[in-house]
């Protein structure tokens, strides 16, 4: 907190020393500096009256955030996260209604009660892997093959408690589990056996992606618009499969933070980071896969429309994972994480 607060003041000073009247618009979002740079140039190319600040931070951390600024809120939008947690926001009154005027082409599962949030893009859930250390008959293909006793001490695994992906992988594991035995005993089993395969639990993205790329794991669990920015913008030996088995697919999105300090900016952000313009320069550019069901496929790049045919959405009851989610996830950090091989696995 402290940090972030030097950084903006640090903004604000030289935005003065340099004579900057334009009016600003502060963005909180896990979105990456590689998408949220391309839209700040975008957005201020096309609003010169207007600064945009973004903050890029993990999806919990922003939830977390928002909430304890609650009294003197600091972000004007909330951009970037799986849907459960903004449902959360809303019930807790930290989003403001706003509805802007692409909601009608959303699938109802990708836009919130009373108007508090809407879906951006859908994020499909992938196994990830060094390439160049993995032979390609030896990839997982499937969720459970990566339980495998091959992969014992080659497994990175993102921080699920500060990440919106990792969250949306067990919670689709423990519901797969739950619906199979009706208790969620199968799935904490699932995860202690993940446990005893996974040598860290990596802090932040960047530097998962590094220490896959240098062997230091082989195989991973992550989101495929992610890693298909790395296939197209890096040379890191990191490529991914869609589990045959199905993959969550994560609606994420966008809203108005209740209490703004500049509301009326925040409102436009959203309107024309839904647009239809906005959407493809996403997938073409940041290979994000729009949430909107008009956007014309003829217009999707090669890379989505061959895709397309190999995400198999799984199923999940959003609104009972929403309620027990908070108790897996503390079961989880109290009782599986670092006790897989203890455990005997």
Known sequence: MTRFFASLTVVLLLSACRGDTRR??????????????????????AHPDIDVEYVDMGSQEVLDRVRSERANPQADVWWGAPSDMFVQAAEQGLLEPYRPTWADALPPDAQGADDRWFGTYLTPEVIAY??????????PRDWDEVLDPRWRGQILIRDPLASGTMRSIFAAI???????????????????????QTKEYVLNPTLLYQKLARREGLITLWDMPDIETLLARTDL????????????????????VAGAPSPELAREFVEWAGSIDSLLFAARQVFRIPARTDVPADSL????????PAIRPLSVDAAFVREHMGTWLRYWDQNIRGRGVASGY
Do not use: C, K, M
Request: no cysteine.
């Open 301 to 308: 790049p090669e890379w989505l429309r061959a895709a397309a």
């Open 237 to 256: 030996p990191i490529a991914y499969i869609l589990p045959q088995s199905g993959t969550p697919v994560v609606v994420d999105g966008i809203a108005v």
């Open 130 to 139: 060094n390439e160049d250390a993995v032979p390609a008959e030896q990839v």
């Open 24 to 45: 600003v618009v502060v963005i909180y979002s896990p979105h990456g500096r590689d998408l949220l740079a391309a839209f700040e140039q975008r957005f201020e190319t």
């Open 174 to 196: 423990l519901y797969r589990e739950y619906q199979r035995t009706g208790n969620p005993e199968a799935g904490y089993e699932w995860l202690l056996r993940l446990d005893a």
